[in-house]
């Protein structure tokens, strides 16, 4: 798969990284760049980390699956050395790296990418969902399994009805949705990532629920292989 390079990772300071940040923000684009009906693949990102020799290490785990079957079609990975200290607000800029390598080694390039995170529910608008999304070119989506709380804004919990949700409004904006994905579990936090709308976010996200979890199939896949990748690689 390509990958559209529009900045390097030399930057090594929150003031650097918050910059970055605010220019790529004014490109963010809430609207649908493709027709749902033309979805075909998607593909499930996540992380997981571990630390050795008080050296911190990841491996980035993409699954792609058929949109309709579900059925998985590849799976790839990449690892390495976290080079980025842990900031509050740019993942981005500790993960990237290593979704970029992941990504590169797909040979099936799918029509969209879910992420285990944020997205445009972000104190910059820019989680890891969103800033990934210029690097790939694709739309994306942020799934949070937990509420990162901004400006100190609580959610309203949406009724225990599989597909009920709630808006996250913060300064008369909307940043996300509290999704009841299944019934008598814990909601989830969707938010766009780039190139697509919340409602088809939404509709993306319920198609792709199934009875063994309240996260999308792709991303509890991907998030499956980073455990096993994970113990592999320590």
């Known amino acids: 798969m390509k990958i559209n390079y529009i900045h390097d990772f030399n930057a090594n300071t929150e003031e650097e990284f918050y910059e970055i940040q605010k220019n790529l923000a004014k490109n963010i684009t809430l609207k ?30 993409i699954v792609v699956i058929d949109y309709k079957t579900k059925e998985v079609l590849e799976k790839v990975y990449s690892h390495g050395k976290i080079n980025e200290p842990y900031i509050a607000g740019y993942l981005g800029f500790r993960e990237l790296p290593l979704i970029i390598k992941a990504a590169q080694k797909l040979e099936i390039e799918p029509d969209m990418f879910i992420f285990d995170g944020n997205g445009y529910l972000h104190f910059n608008h820019m989680g890891s969902a969103t800033h990934s999304s210029f690097f790939l070119n694709k739309p994306t989506i942020g799934v949070g399994k937990s509420y990162l709380k901004i400006k100190g804004i609580d959610f309203e919990m949406p009724k225990d009805e599989i597909g009920s949700y709630t808006d996250i409004i913060i300064d008369n904006e909307v940043y996300g949705r509290v999704l009841r994905s299944r019934s008598n579990v814990k909601p989830i936090f969707i938010s766009c990532g780039n190139y697509i709308d919340l ?36």
């Open 32 to 61: 649908n760049n493709f027709c749902i009906d033309d979805i075909k693949t998607c593909a499930g990102v996540d992380l997981a980390y571990w630390m050795k020799d008080e050296e911190e290490y990841a491996t980035c785990c």
């Open 199 to 234: 409602d088809t976010c939404i509709q993306i996200i319920m198609n792709l629920v199934n009875k063994e979890s309240r996260i999308p199939i792709p991303v509890r896949l991907a998030d499956l292989e980073t455990h096993i990748m994970r113990e592999k690689l320590k």
